[in-house]
């Protein structure tokens, strides 16, 4: 018998999405407005504010990645400088392979050959976080920036209006959801 492939449908999903973004570059800008859409929308979202970021990525974040339907993972110039985004992206890419988990991936501000190669202001970046890491947590990091920097994505530099970009993903998500998107856009 082959190997079968992670099914999402026998997963019992609690959170439709899990946003993985760098704080410092997204929350107040593309991240505000996002969310608000698909609060409207009636999109389940983890919301991260309970938890304190100075610590390793902990059960409760491991929790919410792996029970959420969709991981809308924000690449920004800044997200390979904390090693607590390339931590949820690594579990994140666990619960691809695992559970079927869909990962979406924008590129905010920058190439995705960036991310893929490690290269340019996001490359010297992540050089800079991985100093005195393991070779076996950089070379985690970098299969999780390469293996999600390959799923077609959202590239924000090739946007004329972040507005109907933001409801475009949202359709997107709402298809993956199997929702129908509303028709009501104001």
């Known amino acids: 018998m082959a190997p079968s492939s992670p099914s999402s449908s026998s997963h019992n999903w609690v959170y439709d999405i899990f946003p993985s973004f760098s704080g410092k570059d997204v929350r107040v800008t593309f991240l505000s407005h996002f969310l608000k859409e698909l609060d409207r929308r009636l999109i389940s ?33 800044n997200y390979a400088s904390s090693s607590w985004c390339l931590d949820e992206l690594v579990e994140i890419v666990k619960c691809k392979e ?16 960036h991310v893929r190669q490690q290269s ?22 970098r299969k999780a920036l390469t293996d999600v920097a390959n799923i ?31 028709k009501d856009i104001f």
């Open 120 to 141: 340019e202001e996001f490359g010297k970046i992540f050089e800079n976080t991985i100093k005195g890491k393991t070779d076996d947590e950089i070379q985690l990091w």
């Open 98 to 113: 695992e559970f079927g988990q869909i990962v979406m991936p924008i590129f905010y501000g920058l190439d995705p050959s």
């Open 152 to 182: 077609a994505g959202y590239h924000s530099l090739n946007w004329d209006n972040e507005a109907k970009v933001i409801e475009e993903i949202t359709n997107d998500i709402l298809g993956k959801l199997n929702l129908t998107p509303s």
């Open 45 to 77: 979202v983890f919301e991260d504010n309970e938890i304190e970021r100075s610590q390793p990525i902990g059960p409760k974040l491991q929790w919410a990645i792996s029970d959420s339907r969709i991981a809308v993972v924000v690449f920004s110039k």
